[in-house]
Every structure is written in structure tokens, then in C-alpha cells.
């Protein structure tokens, strides 16, 4: 079990001397008793999950425990029992649903827990070994396929026509849902003529996460309009399984799903079976050619290292595909090489599920902090038990604001499952709810700023709260001073956090101007800092003062001017006194200014205390060249966004940057399907493959020489 997750069902294994209680059971003793209570832990998810299609865990947290018991039986033989879920492959069937008995049965695959990518070569190793290879016989191939994160379906077709599709139900017997199946236009309702008489695909139905995404927010508006019971879905899956189980199939077809096929059920004619296809890969070309939906990263890998490139590559595009995978499947191509290997029990040995790191755990929410942004914003963060997900320890995560925490109904003293996938920040998703403790009071947003005291307000139509202090609040003025001093802005070299806190504590540094005339002697007295850095610090706000006019307008912290809006406010007007007199009719004609942002810097201008900063801060010496706004045409990037990876030979990355954004290019920071080039070089990571996943154009440094000198690369 992972040592950070909650003990919410004991550490039942670490010590069985010193035994844990999980809420509301007894005292655990030997082995019989930890064994009986993970059943029974285990029958009631497993009926949350499959039945009531509302998990209360995250599926790590099932693994966990369904692994733990495994472990438990195979070390004392004699607590295995018939009704033991370690004994069955699936779930419940619910009454409401005909029952199929599948004619093949439908298998579940051995999973690689071994999450790195020594998982997939100790498969290659052991495959090698059970088909009596040495090592002078030549590599085997397999197929790289996704491990689909929905729910596993056979399509039964008779004379090319869809009669019948079933859940796995538990392997021998599923559920008969042809009728919301149907509903899935991915799905062939006829095959070609040359289909064999009878035919059993067997694949994934999924939801896309932006379908999840759609219809979690129709369910909201329902439930928010009053309607009785509904409710919104944990994950793409769950959402995919409470579609196939609805018995009204008008409600299925509403909650769009998706399919992959990966394998085949019953075939006939039976010469079918084995040769006609002389590979897995053979046959799911087969079935694409037939009409099914296979996935296009499916490939043919050859030996240990291909399985481990696969690996790397899809977790490399995991996050730029639309729907969620949990790991990949690697299966041995060659027919006869499956039918040597078999299967052991309900697995065969010829693939295996080698997993990525779990994107949702579980921990304990210990508080919840309000945070104070620059502008005001006051953000509830969940102070998290520290839990390891989606490849990094997570201990904060966003409640983003009171109407988001009280949605979820988020609680000091919860268990909630975390949710981090790829480079997007961590959230909480939703609360298990059983193991609230008595009496956690609901969250509600204190009325004053927890930093100045000040009211806090929510604005008509806004869901956010503002603290009202402005500058006169610490918090705001500490990070405007942060933001003020950023490379990216007036880059003021050597004014870190610390240093910002005490001068702003100890009332230094009241405005921005204020730190143009800091003396030598006052810095010297802050601590831990040396005569030295002071003077260093002198002499960069001295160098700061020579800046330019985007920088400037940036440096200011006006809410919604971005660095990419500084420049083109800078651009556009070409002098700071034209910015600040401009009208919001006068600043909409700036490219991506839009009503919002005219606003702001309107309303930012507006105030006297803003003006006199900019005065103040003129006065101190702050100086830039100032032009002539720039027509467009003279951009020949205009609208072309660009993503610098690895390292450059030609330039360091920042000058790059500096290059193309003069020309009018935006350098964006992550690789979308939006992205025009990605400027990859040595040692480029993740992004790189991120844009071949995406079909993005790569360009070297030579590549990058020909979009600045404005050619076309
Ligand atoms: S093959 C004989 N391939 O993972 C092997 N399964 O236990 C049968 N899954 O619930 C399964 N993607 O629904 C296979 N590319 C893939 C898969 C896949 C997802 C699911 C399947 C089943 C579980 C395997």
C-alpha cells in the first residue's frame, strides 16, 4: 500500500501484532479476520462500482486492496473461499438486464504492476522463455495496443447483422445491452458481405473525455434546475458504464459513447479460427477493414526494447489523446505462438496490461487555506495528506472558489480522491463520503481577508470573492512587487520572496516606486542579507530602470494584461501616455484586447493611485524608448504560435523567444493541435513527441534561422 494513503481501511498488513481498526470495525486479529474483512471491504466496492456505477475509492485503492488479499490467500491457502472476489472476474449482474452466456468466454489480461519499463521487458523475458527460446533466436514481435479505460463489450454478429452485445459480466455470463449499443454510431449495425457467418468482436466502449466533460455539465444544469435523480459522473468511465446500464436506451443514446475493438469472441466458420489470420495485427486489420474503430497508435513492436519504446511513447501521448487510457496491452502477434502459450486459469499468457502510475489516489484533506492573489482573488486550497499520483507528490490542490467547494462538498477531516493527469494541476474530484467524521462543518468563505482584514466581496455574476484592500492589503502588494520584479518583467535580479516579505512587513516598500529608493543601510539590516547582495541589488533595480515599453506595461500587474497583451498594447500605441489615455473603443482595435481586458486597463488608468505609481515611478528614473505604434503588416508572424524545446545551438532559448515574438509569433509554452512549429533541440523531451503524436512540423535550428530571417522553414 503506499505509505502516504490514508488509513482509511488500516494498515492491515504491515503489522499484524499491532493491528489498525478502519472506521467502524473491530479489533483485527489473525489472518482469517484481516481476509474476511477485506472481502467484505471488497464485495461492497465491487457493488458501488459495477452495480450502482458510484465508486466510492479510486481503482488504485481496489488494486491495493484486492492485491493485498490476494497476497493474504496465497500465504494461507486455507481462507480461500468460493465467494472470494480474487474468485470471479467481474460484477454483478443487475436483475433489470437479460443474461448472456458468452460462447467464448471473455478473459481478463495479467496486469504489470511494474509501472516502469523493466515491466515490459521481465514480459519479453518470460515470453521468451515459456516458447524455449535462446538467445540466438530472433526477437519477438508483439502488439502495442492502449489499455482502454472504459468498460469491455462482445458484439455478436449473425449473417453480418448486430444481434446481440454483452457486458463481460463475470467472464462466463454478461448482461444483454444490444439495445443502447446500438446507440453507438461508431458501431457497425451491418458488416460487408464478406463476413464470416458468425462473428464475436470484442473491444472497449469509452466516453471521450470532452463528451464527459459536456455531459457532467448537462447533468449540473439539470440537478441545478431541480431534477430528481440525477447526478454527475466521477470519471469518463464511470459516466461509459451508468450509459450502457441504462435501461431507458433514449437516455443511452444521449451520453455519447465511443469504441475500440481489440479481439475476437466465437467465429464460424470455425477454419476461421486459427490460420485464416496469421497474426493478432492480421486480424485487427481485418476488423477495421470490416468497419470496427481500431485505435491508430495500435503498432507491431519487435522484442524487450520495442515494447519498452511503445511504453514511453504513448505515455508520452497519453495526455494529447481525447480519452482516458490507463496503461498499454502487449500482446504476441503470431497465432501459432498464442495457441503455444495458453493461458493459465482466466489469463492467457500471450499479453499482458503493463500500467501507467495511477492518475487518481486517495488522502485525507487536513485543512482548507484561503490564498490572496495579486488582484484580490481569494482562493480556497485543499492542504492535502502528501499522496503520489500522476507521477508526483501532490500536497495542494485548487478548490478554486466557495460555490467549486461547496459543489463538491469538500470538508476538513474528508477522504478525497486527487486527481492529476499529465502537466494539468491537481484536483480534487470528489469525497468518500463514508468516511466523513462526525460533525465536519461545510466550507463557506470567511467575510474579510485573512491577510488585511478587509472585506471580501463577490461580485454579481462572478464566482469568485475579492478581497477589497487593494494595495493597502499585504498579500496583494507583496505579489504585485513579486510580479513587478520578474525576469519577464522589470527583472530585478536578487529580490526573492524573503526579501519582498520583510521589506513590505516591515513598510519599506509601500508602492513599486518605493523600491527605487531603498538605501543600502535598510537593505543591510534585513535579514540574511549581506552587504554584498544589497549592493547587488542596488546596482540591478538601477538596471532595471532601463527597460522597455511592453515590459512596463506588464511590470504594472493590470488584471488580465498577460505578457503577450503588454506587448501588443505596446505595439499598438507605441507610447505609455497613449496607452493610458486610450478609451476602450481605442484599446479594442488592439489584436487580442477584448471587451474584459479594455476594461480593466480603463479601469486601471482611472484610478489616481495607479497614475501616480507610474509617475512616481518615472520620476525614479524608469525610462524606455519610446516609438511609433508598428502597423501589422510589418509582423510577418502575425497569428503563427511557436514551442521552443531542448537545447538551441544557434541561441540561447530566451533570445529565441525575444527574436520571434518581434516578428510578431506568439512562443507558447505547451504543444497543442493549435501549435503552427515546435523549435526542437538537443535533447528535446516530452513536447517532441507531443507534436509527432499531434502531426505538428518539427523545425531544427537551421528551421528556426529561416522563420526569423522570414523564410519559410
Ligand atoms: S485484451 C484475452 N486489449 O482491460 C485478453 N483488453 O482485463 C482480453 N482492455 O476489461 C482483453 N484495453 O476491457 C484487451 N487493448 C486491450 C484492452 C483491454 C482495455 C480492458 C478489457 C478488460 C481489461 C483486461
Redesign the pocket.
Known amino acids: 500500500m503506499n505509505p502516504s494513503t490514508p488509513d482509511l481501511f488500516g494498515d492491515l498488513f504491515a503489522e499484524p501484532s499491532t493491528p489498525k481498526s478502519p472506521p467502524g470495525e473491530g479489533q483485527i486479529s489473525g489472518p482469517a479476520e484481516q481476509a474476511h474483512l477485506l472481502r467484505t471491504q471488497l464485495h461492497r466496492h465491487a457493488h458501488a462500482y459495477y452495480t450502482l456505477d458510484a465508486p466510492e475509492i479510486p481503482d488504485a485503492e481496489y488494486d491495493r486492496l484486492f492485491r493485498q488479499l490476494q497476497a493474504l490467500e496465497s500465504a494461507h491457502p486455507e481462507l480461500l473461499s468460493p465467494d472470494s472476489p480474487t474468485q470471479r472476474?467481474g460484477g454483478a449482474i443487475l436483475d433489470a438486464f437479460a443474461p448472456v452466456k458468452h460462447r467464448v468466454p471473455?478473459?481478463?489480461?495479467r496486469?504489470e504492476t511494474d509501472t516502469e519499463a523493466s515491466g515490459a521487458e521481465a514480459f519479453d523475458t518470460r515470453i521468451r522463455k515459456e516458447l524455449g527460446l535462446t538467445e540466438a533466436d530472433p526477437a519477438v514481435t508483439y502488439v502495442g495496443?492502449?489499455?482502454?479505460?472504459?468498460?469491455?463489450m462482445s458484439l455478436r454478429y449473425e449473417n453480418g447483422v448486430l444481434v446481440q452485445a454483452a457486458t463481460?459480466g463475470d467472464g462466463e455470463t454478461g448482461e444483454e445491452v444490444t439495445a443502447n449499443i446500438r446507440t453507438i454510431g461508431q458501431i457497425p449495425l451491418r458488416l460487408p458481405p464478406d463476413a464470416p457467418a458468425v462473428l464475436e468482436v470484442?473491444?472497449?466502449v469509452y466516453m471521450r473525455r470532452d463528451h464527459f466533460e459536456a455531459l457532467n455539465e448537462r447533468q449540473r444544469q439539470r440537478i441545478a434546475a431541480g431534477a430528481k435523480g440525477e447526478k454527475t459522473f466521477v470519471n469518463p468511465r464511470n459516466a461509459a458504464a451508468g450509459a450502457v446500464r441504462q435501461l431507458d436506451s433514449g437516455i443511452a443514446a444521449e451520453r455519447p459513447l465511443s469504441f475500440?475493438a481489440?479481439?475476437l469472441g466465437d467465429i464460424t466458420p470455425a477454419s476461421l479460427r486459427g490460420p485464416f489470420w496469421p497474426s493478432h495485427y492480421d486480424m485487427l486489420m481485418q476488423l477495421k477493414a470490416w468497419g470496427f474503430p481500431v485505435?491508430e497508435q495500435t503498432s507491431c513492436v519487435s522484442g524487450a526494447s520495442g515494447l519498452v519504446a511503445f511504453h514511453q511513447r504513448m505515455a508520452a501521448a497519453r495526455d494529447a489523446l481525447p480519452y482516458d487510457?490507463d496503461g498499454v496491452?502487449y500482446?504476441v502477434n503470431d497465432l501459432a505462438q498464442q495457441a503455444r502459450l495458453g493461458f493459465v486459469t482466466r489469463?492467457?499468457r500471450w499479453?499482458v496490461?503493463h500500467k501507467y502510475p495511477a492518475q487518481e489516489e486517495m488522502t485525507t484533506l487536513l485543512a482548507i487555506d484561503v490564498q490572496v492573489g495579486r488582484t484580490g482573488k481569494l482562493t480556497p486550497v485543499a492542504k492535502l495528506a502528501p499522496v503520489f499520483v500522476g507521477g508526483v507528490t501532490v500536497t495542494n490542490a485548487t478548490l478554486h472558489n466557495e460555490l467549486e467547494a461547496r459543489r463538491k462538498d469538500v470538508r476538513v477531516g474528508d477522504t478525497v480522491i486527487v486527481r492529476r493527469a499529465g502537466d494539468v494541476i491537481p484536483e480534487v474530484v470528489s469525497v468518500v463520503l463514508d468516511c466523513r467524521p462526525a460533525e465536519a462543518p461545510q466550507f463557506t468563505m470567511m467575510a474579510h481577508c485573512p491577510v488585511c482584514g478587509s472585506l471580501a466581496e463577490r461580485e454579481e455574476g462572478e464566482a469568485d470573492h475579492r478581497c477589497t484592500g487593494g494595495l493597502f492589503c499585504s498579500a496583494q502588494r507583496k505579489q504585485a512587487i513579486w510580479h513587478f520584479a520578474h525576469r519577464r518583467a522589470m527583472d530585478v535580479d536578487g529580490l526573492g520572496d524573503k526579501l519582498v516579505d520583510q521589506l513590505v512587513d516591515s513598510d519599506q516598500v509601500k508602492t513599486l516606486a518605493d523600491l527605487y529608493h531603498l538605501k543600502l543601510d535598510t537593505l543591510a539590516k534585513m535579514d540574511r542579507m549581506a552587504e554584498k547582495s544589497a549592493v547587488n541589488l542596488l546596482e540591478a533595480l538601477e538596471k532595471s530602470k532601463t527597460t522597455t515599453l511592453s515590459r512596463f506595461l506588464f511590470s504594472l500587474g493590470i488584471r488580465h494584461v498577460g505578457e503577450a497583451t503588454a506587448k501588443e498594447l505596446a505595439r499598438h500605441f507605441g507610447q505609455l501616455d497613449a496607452v493610458m489615455v486610450a478609451s476602450e473603443d481605442a484599446l479594442l482595435q488592439v489584436a487580442d484586447v477584448g471587451p474584459v481586458v479594455a476594461h480593466s486597463i480603463r479601469t486601471f488608468f482611472d484610478q489616481p493611485h495607479n497614475r501616480e505609481v507610474v509617475q512616481a515611478l518615472r520620476e525614479a528614473g524608469v525610462t524606455w524608448p519610446e516609438g511609433d505604434a508598428l502597423a501589422p503588416t510589418e509582423m510577418p508572424l502575425a497569428g503563427i504560435t511557436v514551442v521552443l524545446t531542448g537545447t538551441l545551438q544557434s541561441m540561447g532559448r530566451d533570445e529565441a523567444k525575444e527574436k520571434l515574438e518581434a516578428l510578431g509569433a506568439k512562443v507558447a509554452g505547451s504543444v497543442s493541435k493549435k501549435t503552427h512549429y515546435v523549435v526542437a533541440g538537443a535533447e528535446a523531451g516530452s513536447k517532441l513527441d507531443k507534436a509527432q503524436a499531434l502531426g505538428v512540423p518539427v523545425l531544427d535550428d537551421t528551421g528556426l534561422a529561416l522563420l526569423i530571417t522570414g523564410q519559410k522553414p
Open positions: 472476474v471473455m478473459l481478463s489480461i496486469t495496443e492502449l489499455k482502454f479505460d472504459g468498460l469491455a463481460r470484442r473491444g472497449e475500440f481489440y479481439g485505435a487510457i496491452v500482446k489469463e492467457p499479453a496490461a
